[in-house]
């Protein structure tokens, strides 16, 4: 096996640490069963992609009040600019 360093945030590992000791394994071997299952489907967390998707909401301003509805205009025209 090999040796890596990782980075996750505290919530991730508060996450882990709990899961970790619900089953009595390690959270090494949590990680690499987590590897193991995206290598196999090529597939992310669903419900992760939508918690950082709806962390994103709302958080940038726009002078256009319609760019949600109008975004594919406004890109082609920035894109033809």
């Not at 096996?1 to 505290?10: A, W």
């Not at 918690?51 to 958080?59: D, I, T």
């Not at 975004?71 to 894109?79: G, K, P, Q, S, W």
Request: a positive charge; proline letters at 1%.
């Amino acid at each position: 096996m090999l040796r890596t360093q990782i980075q996750i945030t505290e919530d991730q590992a508060r996450k882990l640490k709990e899961i970790s000791l619900s089953r009595n394994e390690s959270v090494a071997s949590l990680v690499r069963n987590a590897i193991d299952r995206f290598l196999v489907t090529g597939k992310t967390n669903r419900a992760a992609q939508y918690r950082q998707a709806l962390s994103l909401a709302g958080k940038y301003e726009t002078e256009k009040p319609d760019i949600a509805v109008n975004h594919d205009r406004y890109l082609e025209e920035a894109f033809e600019s």
